[in-house]
Every structure is written in C-alpha cells, then in structure tokens.
C-alpha cells in the first residue's frame, strides 16, 4: 500500500495527519483477522465479554478529552459537542456491556419434547460509519455487534478516521483480544465495496446517505448479507397554535443548525401554523441570531465549519438569488469552510430545498392550515427518520405522531436519540433500528433446538 490519506482540517483547511490509506487488500487482511479471531471471541463466557467491554467504557472515559479535542478537529464539530459525543461512546459501551449476559432464547411447548431457542452471532460484521458523528455512531454499532460475539471491521468515513484509528489502540489495551476490533482507513469506492461484497462477511451496518445505502443493499444482496442501513431524513418540526411559541422557537435554530446541519435528523422543514407564523418568526429570527459560528476549540463556539469544500458547495446550491432568504448568519473570515446558518421563509413544499435532503445549516419554514395539512406536509417526502411536534394538546400530540410516518418522533423537544431506545427510519430512511435493548438481535441469528424426551 503506497498511498496515503490525507486528513483535512475542516476550520482551517491545513492537513491535520496523513496516514496509510487502505483499499481491497487491507479490507481483505482485516477480514481474515476477524475470521480468524471469532471462534475464540464467541467462546469468551459472557460474565467476561461484559467485563471487557465495561473496561472499553472506562478507557474511553479516561481519553475522553483528547478524543474529543481530536474530533472536534477533524470533524469542524464545536469542542462541546464533542465532549457529548465521546460521552454518548462511554454510555453506549456502558450500556451494551449489561448485554452479553441478557441474550435469551425462549421455550416452546411442543410434542414429544421441548422446543427452545438460542441466540448465535452472525460472525464476521462490516460496519461502515459516516463522516458527521464519527465515533459516536461506530459505538452504536460496534458496541452491541460485540456483546453478541460478533468481530467487527470498522470502516470509518476516510474524511474522518483519526478517532476510529485511536480507538482500536484503546480495544486492545482494554483487553480485547487481536482481531476482535479492526480498522480500515480507506474509501468507500474501494475499501467499503469490498467489505459489503467479501463472502466471509455476514452482515453490513452502514450510516450514511440514501444513495448510498441503495448500493449497499444491490451488493449485499449479491451474497444475501444481513443490513441495518440508517440513511436520510428531511425532518419536519410542526409547531401548532397552541404550542409554546417562544419555547419552541427557541429550540428550532438548533435542531437544524446543531453540527452545521450535518445531521440526518434534522428538524430542516418547520411547518407553522399559520395563525402564528409572524410571531413563530419574530422569535425564530432572534433565537437564530444567537448562534455562534467559529472555532471548534472555542468554548463558545456553537455552530462549526462543514466538513469540506465540495460539501459546502453542495450546500450552497440549495440557496441561490431567487430563494425566500429571510435570516443569513455571520461566519468567520479567513480559511475554513464555513457556511452561514440560513432561515428560508416562507418556502414552496415542492422546493428542491424543500424536499431534498441539504445537509447543512439550511431551514426551511413552511406555513399550514390545520391538522390535516400538517400531516400531509410531513409525510410528503421520501425519507422518515425524525421529527418534533409542539403543542399543549396531548390527544393532538398523540394523534399527530401515529399519523406520521417517521422512526423517531419527540413531543415539545428536538431530542432524536438515546442509548436505551431504538433508533431508526421508515422508508427510505433505512432498514432495522439501531440501540436500545433490542439492538443485539440485529447481529444474531435465532436457532431454534428440539431435544425428544419421549421414550421409545
């Protein structure tokens, strides 16, 4: 392997490291590491996988803050969040270490003996992560791959590889044995392909765009792999007459702008009620105002850079002379690819901003009429992964979030994902659901056993 990756700096556009890049050969060797390291790993008592992976917790902990530093370097993502993100790996492993001990089987009442079933690992997982929230969603998967017994190859995203890179070291000093974790720095035209196509491959986790996933799940079926695929969003955040208009105004910037917008759940469609649309803006155009776009490393710093030129570019196309800008932010001189948090008001629902997903810090604001409307307008798209209701009514907040079709819905709050809970999309949005208790079922297979007691 001659080349190299080159990592860029996303605030200040300088070469933050350059490391060895992987392709079909790497994937290939990490493959066989992992295959060969199963067997052992799957026999681990399940008193000691959780052990180990508790010890995964507390190492993290310990690095938490050069973890953090580096991918809040790396990623453009501000120092704050994170410190959260790296907190969310320590809870992730935290959580998933209870799991080894807790993969049940049943027992079936059958004739002429007794029915039950057991949990296997699948083997060998590829999980392939995106660039937005590095090492956070490879806890998400990794961490419940492993309570099942699975080994895994990580392939992060090649813009942002260097805390997946660390990580592995802190594997193997917690104690996981060589060949358990491994990591493929390289990209996803060649070292990803070749994961998703590998024979010795049992199942893909992929997190990243709708596209994509599309491509994956063509290959994968090439060899009928096992896929969790969460992708896309184009969230709708519906405020009623009779929420709590200053509160969720309050909310809103945020929910779009958090992490640039680099986000799938993004809030990035608001829909107001109408009757208070002009009050919903007043307050919104404040609230959005207050958003601090600069260094990552500062304190302050509440909106980041995005990831890279050409993703700032992309960007940009969704906002052009004729587009209904009511809000542009300010964002810093100098190098960085910066993008300023921007208000569309009101918007067209059939829009390319509207209905495409922009990946950055674009809302756009759309008026509705009633209830009715309201549903109409959130479910008019393709993806359905997120998504907040605002009101007092609780029978209208119930009856709003059945009718709607989206994976994760919060009422009166932006708040998307929690360890415990399952995470993930209907429709293009993805396939299979991510954390919470269940998670571990995603990387077994059921086996079902009859044991005859009958006497001949």
């Given amino acids: 392997m001659s080349e190299t990756l080159t990592v860029i700096e996303p605030a200040t556009e300088a070469v933050l490291a350059e490391i060895p890049r992987a392709g079909a050969a790497e994937a290939d060797a990490a493959v066989a590491r992992a295959k060969a ?128 890179l660390r990580f592995e070291e802190l594997a193997l000093e917690a104690g996981l044995p060589p060949g358990v974790v491994n990591v493929v720095a390289g990209p996803g035209s060649t070292a990803g392909a070749r994961l998703v196509e590998h024979p010795d491959v049992a199942k893909v986790a992929f997190t990243g765009s709708t596209a994509v996933g599309r491509s994956i799940a063509a290959s994968a079926a090439q060899t009928i792999k096992r896929v969790t695929l969460e992708l896309g969003g184009k969230s709708a955040n519906i405020v009623f007459a009779d929420a709590e208009i200053e509160r969720a105004a309050a ?80 964002i810093p001189d100098g190098p960085g690819f910066w993008y300023p948090p921007t208000v569309l008001s009101p918007v067209d629902p059939a829009s390319r901003a509207a209905t495409e997903e922009i990946f ?29 209701i605002w009101t007092r009514d609780g029978g209208k907040a119930l009856r709003v979030a059945r009718a709607m079709d989206t994976g994760v819905l919060s009422i009166n709050s932006n708040s998307s994902v929690r360890v415990s809970t399952p995470f993930g999309g209907f429709k293009q949005s993805g396939i299979g659901r991510e954390l919470g208790p269940h998670a571990t079922d995603a990387y077994t297979e059921s086996k079902t056993i009859y044991y005859a007691t009958e006497e001949h």
């Fill in 37 to 164: 390291a199963f067997p052992a790993w799957r026999a681990v008592a399940p008193a000691d996988r959780a052990r180990l992976l508790a010890r995964v917790a507390s190492l993290v902990q310990d690095n938490l803050e050069p973890l953090a530093v580096l991918e809040a370097r790396n990623a453009g993502k501000p120092i704050g969040d994170a410190r959260g993100e790296i907190g969310m790996v320590v809870d992730t492993f935290a959580y998933y270490a209870a799991a080894p001990e807790r993969l049940l089987g049943d027992t079936i009442p059958v004739a002429g003996g007794l029915g039950f079933t057991v949990r296997e690992p699948l083997g060998v997982v590829a999980l392939i992560t995106p660039w937005n929230f590095p090492l956070c969603i490879a806890a998400w998967k990794m961490a419940p791959a492993l309570a099942a017994g699975n080994t895994v190859v990580l392939k992060p995203a090649e813009l942002t590889p260097l805390t997946a």
């Fill in 360 to 388: 950055g810090p674009v809302v756009c604001v759309i008026p509705f009429r009633d209830e009715e409307e309201a549903i109409r307008l959130a479910n008019d798209t393709i993806y359905g992964l997120s998504g907040s």
């Fill in 251 to 330: 909310a809103a910037p945020m929910a779009v702008f958090g992490n640039a917008g680099q986000d799938c759940c993004a809030r990035s469609r608001v829909l107001v009620q109408s009757s208070v649309f002009d009050t919903f803006m007043d307050a919104l155009h404040w609230a959005a105002s207050e958003v601090v776009v600069g260094d990552p490393l500062d304190e302050a710093t509440t909106m980041g850079p995005l990831i890279s030129a050409a993703h700032r570019d992309a960007v940009a196309s969704f906002v052009d002379a004729d587009s209904p800008v009511s809000m542009h932010g300010e």
